[in-house]
T-cell receptor, first 108, second 113 residues
Framework: DAKTTQPPSMDCAEGRAANLPCNHS???????VYWYRQIHSQGPQYIIH???NNETNEMASLIITEDRKSSTLILPHATLRDTAVYYC?????????FGTGTSLTVIP | GAGVSQSPSNKVTEKGKDVELRCDPI?????LYWYRQRLGQGLEFLIY????????KSGLPSDRFSAERTGGSVSTLTIQRTQQEDSAVYLC???????????FGPGTRLTVL
């Protein structure tokens, strides 16, 4: 029962910003948005999360719209190692609702 | 510090056999989760532990699946009488408390022949 919608795939040129969109139109006020990525054959890796405000860390930035119905993960300078499946997740209490993710390919 | 570890990393078994998958969470993490990921799919929630108790077992696909956690640490996921549709990667995650960021292990790839 995924609560998010993401494009199935995207390409990005190496060194450019990668902007990954996510729709979560049914999100409730106390539900967090999380982003993880999964590189082939590995467990998902935490990237960033937020509730209402935009967030930034050493890996990425998260932009959440004012109505909270969508968000964008920004990788500021994509490298080949950023090629992975990116999951946008709504956390409801302890429960993470994974969708099918966006397969990002960084092109040299 | 050490992350979440899982063993074995790969398991091949014959249909009808029982298998046990082990998860060692990050030290001090009270919450533990099991997920299943079929080939090319997203993660499917199986069970959540808070301490040694499992307040939510709603994701377990059938009564052939069970899990336990002892000492508030290690967890074992047991699949009895395995079927070919059980073939998947089984992922474990832990978090400091229940509603918190989850950290995932590398998974166990189960293949049922």
């Amino acid at each position: 029962d995924a609560k998010t919608t993401q494009p199935p795939s995207m390409d990005c040129a190496e060194g450019r910003a990668a902007n990954l969109p996510c729709n979560h139109s049914t999100i409730s006020g106390n539900e967090y948005v999380y982003w993880y990525r999964q590189i082939h054959s590995q467990g998902p890796q935490y990237i960033i999360h937020g509730l209402k405000n935009n967030e930034t860390n050493e890996m990425a930035s998260l932009i959440i719209t004012e109505d909270r119905k969508s968000s964008t993960l920004i990788l500021p300078h994509a490298t080949l190692r950023d090629t992975a499946v990116y999951y946008c997740i709504v956390r409801v209490h302890y429960q993470f609702y994974f969708g099918t993710g966006t397969s990002l390919t960084v092109i040299p | 510090g050490a992350g979440v570890s899982q063993s074995p990393s790969n398991k091949v078994t014959e249909k009808g056999k029982d298998v046990e998958l082990r998860c060692d969470p990050i030290s001090g993490h009270t919450a533990l989760y099991w997920y299943r990921q079929r080939l090319g799919q997203g993660l499917e929630f199986l069970i959540y532990f808070q301490g040694n108790s499992a307040p939510d077992k709603s994701g377990l696909p059938s009564d052939r699946f069970s899990a336990e956690r002892t000492g508030g640490s290690v967890s074992t996921l047991t699949i009895q009488r395995t079927q070919q549709e059980d073939s998947a990667v089984y992922l474990c995650a832990s978090s400091l408390v229940g509603p918190d960021t989850q950290y995932f292990g590398p998974g166990t790839r189960l293949t049922v022949l």
